[in-house]
């Protein structure tokens, strides 16, 4: 494979991981172009969770390589990819119930900030200054994502959908470049999923945010992506258009669990 297009942000290069005998990733290739959003799909088993481990750095691939902005992911601990611009979301909320909204959102930008608990202590004139734009940066998060009514209430008790929100607007708050989505339509409605594909689509356009989603639901992932990854037993089956994958033989088989 040759060196990756100019435009290219994330280069996944032939990945291969082992679980024991289990071929979890087979050699796995695909690229992200800046303002993409790709949807990455498959059976369950198919090796897009172990893909998004590796991508995060929790999980190590034996061969292959993974570039993100011309710098090799795989020299880098877990704390370094959030600071080089990648963040993420989870299946399961990770969020602190006795925090308010707001001060979710400001754990997802203290890894942009420079103070330090010294700091913090001498109460340095230029830790305040940082703790107001931080505040700001924050609070202009919650608007653009209609949360901003809802920032001084705590995040237990309100109902799951609009933690799905939080979740993205703390994930936003450290200014990603690349954002991986971990089933972020997990749980929620036909009106909920419908609204945030609007919202997803919103947040890469106005905002510059790549995305790689990994999603069950196929009806967001065929609303929002511009390209579709299918992975089936760890291996690349297809990639393409949304719609020209939706009528690939082999994504129908992986699927529907038949050769008819």
Avoid at 19 to 25: D, K, P
Avoid at 68 to 91: C, E, K, N, V
Avoid at 151 to 163: R, S
Wanted: proline fraction near 6%; hydrophobic fraction near 45%; aromatic fraction near 4%.
């Amino acid at each position: 494979m040759g060196p990756p297009p100019a435009s290219s942000l994330l280069t996944v290069r032939d990945v291969t991981l082992r679980f024991g005998g289990i071929v979890a990733l087979d050699g796995v290739s695909f690229e992200l172009a800046a303002g993409q959003i790709v949807g990455l799909i498959g059976p369950n088993g198919a090796g897009k969770t172990t893909l998004f481990n590796c991508l995060s750095r929790l999980s190590t691939p034996e061969r292959g390589e993974i570039v993100f902005d011309g710098r090799s992911l795989l020299r880098l601990t877990p704390s370094r990819i959030a600071r080089l611009g990648i963040g993420r979301t989870f299946q399961n909320l990770a969020l602190f119930p006795t925090l308010t909204v707001l001060e979710n959102v400001l754990v997802g930008l203290h890894s942009r900030t420079r103070s330090d608990f010294a700091s913090n202590a001498l109460r340095l004139p230029w830790v305040s200054r940082e703790e107001r734009r931080s505040r700001g940066a924050a609070l202009e998060l919650l608007a653009f994502l209609d949360l901003d009514a809802l920032a001084d209430h705590p995040a237990m008790g309100l109902p799951f959908g609009t933690l799905k929100r939080v979740e993205l607007a703390r994930a936003l708050a450290g200014r990603p470049r690349l954002l991986l989505l971990d089933e972020p339509a997990g749980g929620l409605n036909h009106e909920e999923v419908a609204a945030l594909g609007r919202l997803l689509r919103g947040i890469r356009d106005r905002r510059g945010v790549t995305m790689l989603l990994v999603e069950h639901h196929m009806s967001l992932v065929m609303q929002v992506s511009d390209t579709v990854v299918v992975l089936d037993f760890g291996r690349k089956i297809a990639e393409g258009p949304p719609a020209q994958v939706q009528q690939d033989p082999q994504v129908i088989r992986a699927y529907l669990g038949s050769d008819n």
